[in-house]
């Protein structure tokens, strides 16, 4: 079965195409400056038609979709009523929801009859217990606005987590794995059982740890008195959390790590500040997610920095453990979500139950009334 893996942002379209269940990558790409000026691909219907120009035969197109609220816990067959729930959810994440659904509508009308299967970034985070998700707020907006913890990167998580048990030859469901997603964008996850149990972003992927240019945790009462410092509108200090924050905002260089380690060796004190920083906050959680797991079998490492950058990993791990007996597995695995969303719509398609899949009767992806 030949399954084409899509992943559509705003001006582009990543795509492979995987033969399944061989697990083969057949075709691999990437379609970019859509809608750009001066781009000839004006949509992403011009983008997905040249894709698929290259491509002799599709069976079944997996779509990754960042964020499915409480809707959606699992990989799902696209329909009408999953559409209109997408959408919905598109006030939780406005920047990627919109360019999923993009992707996903070109394909209904350029592969009439082939089934498409959504999955989600947030769905693997759905087993987070109550107290994990819950905010100290009101709970008036946990149910009127979904105001909680979602996560994220929550299929790297999970390809990671499931790949390492493989190379241990144990069972994930016997297993306690830190997962490290450390790239521009930074996660770790708790997964216990093959469950992710907690997870450091949150309502947005702004929570959690120091990344390139998102701040990570700070004190909530930091954004009224930086407004009222800076004279910022909400959409000004919005942009410096997200965009001027992190490893660029503390360094002052920049928000690549391979830049920054140059730096560092050269004696630049604020390369080695966002360094520090950002190792820290990650042993921070680290020693968190061991102490709700009650140990942990291995660390795991992925993404850009997770994979490349072999000292700042030694620099993580040193120390993290002593307090164990036992000292986990340290493993350094690449990431391959498009594997990852192959293999789910994959045995989605294949479940007998794939006509009884229903979507989640809760009601999280209310943003406002």
Do not use: W
């Not at 960042?66 to 959408?87: D, T």
């Not at 921070?284 to 700042?312: H, P, S, W």
Request: include cysteine.
């Amino acid at each position: 079965m030949k399954i084409l893996v899509i992943n559509s942002g705003s001006s582009s379209i990543k795509y492979k195409l995987f033969d399944m269940p061989q697990e083969q990558n057949k075709v691999a790409g990437v379609i970019e400056h859509i809608g750009e000026k001066g781009s000839k691909i004006q949509d992403h219907y011009m983008g997905l038609r040249i894709v698929l120009g290259k491509l002799k035969h599709v069976d079944a197109v997996g779509h990754r979709v960042v964020h499915g609220a409480e809707k959606f816990k699992k990989p799902i067959l696209i329909n009408a009523p999953v559409i209109r729930k997408i959408r919905q959810c598109s006030c939780l994440a406005p920047l990627h929801n919109p360019a999923n659904l993009a992707g996903i509508l070109a394909c209904k009308k350029l592969l009439p009859g082939i089934r498409q299967i959504a999955v989600f970034d947030t769905a693997f985070h759905q087993t987070l217990p109550a107290h994990a998700y819950i905010y100290g707020l009101p709970y008036e907006y946990y149910k009127r606005f979904g105001v909680r913890k979602y996560g994220f990167h929550g299929t790297s998580h999970q390809y990671v987590a499931h790949e390492a048990a493989r190379r241990l030859n144990k069972q994930i469901s016997k297993l306690k794995i830190i997962t490290c997603h450390l790239g521009n964008g930074c996660s770790i996850a708790a997964v216990e059982g093959g469950r992710s149990i907690d997870t450091s972003m949150g309502f947005t992927p702004l929570e959690g740890l120091i990344m390139g240019t998102r701040c990570g945790d700070i004190d909530p009462a930091l954004v009224t008195y930086i407004m009222q410092k800076k004279k910022f509108n909400i959409f000004q200090v919005e942009n410096t959390l997200n965009k001027s924050s992190g490893l660029k905002g503390i360094s002052g260089i920049s928000n690549d790590m391979r830049i920054l380690e140059g730096k560092r060796k050269k004696r630049d004190d604020r390369a080695r500040l966002a360094i520090d920083i950002f190792i820290y906050r990650i042993k921070k959680y680290i020693g968190a997610y061991t102490t709700i797991m009650a140990g942990c079998d291995a660390l795991v490492f992925t993404g850009g920095i997770g994979e490349n950058q072999k000292r700042i990993r030694k620099e993580i791990y040193k120390g993290a453990f002593s307090h164990l007996k036992k000292k986990p597995k340290i493993l350094v695995i690449p990431a391959n979500e498009e594997l990852m969303i192959a293999r789910q719509a994959y045995n989605l398609i294949r479940s007998p139950q794939l006509s009884t899949v229903q979507i989640s009767s809760k009601s999280a992806c209310n943003c406002g009334d």
